[in-house]
């Protein structure tokens, strides 16, 4: 295997894993934000946010949705760079796409 190959291998895997952890990140914004489930005796289901992840995986890894998912990361990585804390709350920073 020559290095240009490891290397595509080792990038598109970190885009996969980004996108695992925006889907765990999204969920759980998205959990701590809903009262029904909150109330719950039970809490979250773990198969949820197993799925929600894959989803979000996904798209990530979608050639037909790369594009969007770019766009989304390349917000986030200014609202990072400009330190807007409180954009960081919105549900538009929170969700996937």
Known sequence: MNNS??????TISAWCL????????????NYSKNKI???SLIGPFYIDKVGWRLVSSLAYINPATFLFVLYKEVYRLEVNLRGLEDEKKTDYYNEVM
């Open 37 to 39: 489930y909150r109330n």
């Open 5 to 10: 190959n490891i290397i595509t291998r080792l």
């Open 18 to 29: 980004l996108g695992l952890k925006r889907g765990l990140n999204s969920y759980d914004y």
